[in-house]
């Protein structure tokens, strides 16, 4: 199963593509930010996004997408934009016919720490151990993208993998029929 993972941001949007050999056998396929002006009006902005993030897909065909739930806590004019970023992704699965899962802040360090009061060294420290990569990817949203993925691969329910499984089998109907 390939999972792209979105850390929404309009500033700068985290995406991590990880790909499930097996529970225990995780590779990351890709890792990336998408960033945007804030120069420009917000439906360019919009736009951008939609535009990379395409490109994103296109190149890694996702089976599921796995995107941070958005909250507010203090900050609304934060919440506002990230909302409007994690909506440019659930908008373009549903365009492609691909399953999305939410997960909160809490529950990727959780799954990815064992601890959803980890800081974000934490969380960027078990990235690395648990894709076995050199480093953690810079900028931080890049590393969040793939905690996020991580997290979706070992917390995602049974009907999430039911559902990526016959979003997979109607794109290869789709090919099939030309």
Not at 46 to 62: A, K, R, T, V
Not at 98 to 113: D, F, G, L, Q, Y
Not at 115 to 133: E, F, P, W
Not at 157 to 174: F, H, N, P, V
Request: with cysteine; hydrophobic share 45%.
């Amino acid at each position: 199963m390939i999972v792209l993972g979105v850390d929404p941001g309009l500033t700068r949007c985290g995406l991590g593509v990880v790909e499930s050999k097996s529970h225990q056998n995780l590779v990351m396929r890709g890792v990336g930010v998408i960033t945007t002006s804030k120069e420009n009006a917000l439906e360019y902005r919009l736009l951008e996004l939609e535009e990379e993030m395409s490109i994103w897909l296109d190149n890694f065909n996702p089976d599921v997408i796995a995107v941070e739930r958005v909250f507010s806590q203090l900050n609304v004019k934060t919440a506002m934009s990230t909302a409007q970023a994690a909506g440019v992704a659930l908008l373009l699965a549903a365009r492609r016919g691909i399953p999305v899962a939410m997960h909160t802040p809490t529950e990727v360090k959780a799954s990815v720490t064992g601890s959803g009061r980890a800081d974000k060294k934490q969380v960027a420290t078990m990235v690395v151990n648990i894709l076995k990569l050199d480093a953690a990817p810079k900028p931080v949203d890049s590393t969040d993208a793939l905690a996020l993925a991580i997290c979706h691969l070992w917390r995602g329910t049974g009907d999430e993998r039911i559902a990526a499984a016959l979003a997979q089998e109607k794109k290869r109907l789709k090919a099939v029929k030309g």
